[in-house]
């Protein structure tokens, strides 16, 4: 069964804790926290996301699942952890070298949090291969990084389904999370190719039934 994270990114502020409690009882398993530093991608949404994270943290237990779209990503590993996340995902392409991946994945992990990497869709699978056996799980995003309610970018799925059979292949434990674009009807192409968990921001939170809308993504 595929798990479902909704990205914060474009909830309406006005009434931001009737919504999240919405989100919640619609049967999201995560919530998906889009931080942005306004370099690494132009929009910035740190303010934003710091906030729902201080009201997630008094209203709910479901885990936060961090997206780090920063160049600095020690410092934003350091702002999020404050918010105990079930997971921690930066950019491949924020890092200079292999040295600096290996030192965050340490430092992620030293702070008993799971450890995602995320490539751009532009980015190569190779590039990730040799981090696997050390990571929970991988972000393919299905969208260029920066805001929400974009096209899913189609050539980005055969991208999840070679990774899912090089992660069966090679018997590593590490989930597939898809992230961008995702709608009811294009979700069924993504968990085909392999994705155990998908996001999906303007899908959920542009609907008329949260609960119908998360039913149906995870059909
Ligand atoms: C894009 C974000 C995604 C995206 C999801 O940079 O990482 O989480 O906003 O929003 P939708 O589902 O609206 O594309
Ligand atoms: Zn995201």
Same mark, same amino acid.
């Given at each position: 069964m595929v798990e479902i994270g909704v990205s914060l990114l474009n909830m309406k502020n006005e009434n931001a804790i009737q919504t999240l409690y919405n989100l919640e009882t619609a049967g999201i398993e995560y919530f998906h926290i889009d931080v942005m530093d306004g370099k690494f991608v132009t929009n910035n949404t740190v303010d934003q996301m710091l906030e729902y994270c201080e009201y997630l943290s008094s209203i709910t237990n479901l885990p936060l699942d961090v997206h780090l779209m920063v160049e600095d990503v020690k410092t934003y590993i350091d702002s999020f952890l404050v918010f105990e996340p079930n997971i921690i995902t930066f950019h491949l392409e924020a890092a200079q070298n292999k040295e600096e991946v290996l030192e965050w994945i340490k430092y992620i992990k030293e702070n008993n949090v799971r450890v995602g990497i995320s490539i751009k869709p532009t980015t190569k699978l190779e590039e990730i291969y040799e981090y696997l056996p050390l990571i929970h799980e991988v972000l393919i995003m299905?969208?260029?990084? %920066?805001?929400? %309610?974009q096209a899913l970018i189609r050539e980005t799925v055969s991208k999840i389904e070679i990774l899912s059979n090089y992660v069966k292949e090679k018997k590593l434990e590490v989930d597939i999370e898809a992230d961008g674009g995702i709608k009811v009807e294009n979700a069924s192409l993504l968990k085909k190719a392999g994705a155990n968990i998908i996001v999906a921001g303007t899908a959920i939170l542009d609907s008329e039934n949260f609960k119908e809308t998360v039913e149906k993504l995870k059909k």
């Open positions: 299905t969208v260029e990084p %920066g805001k929400g %309610g």
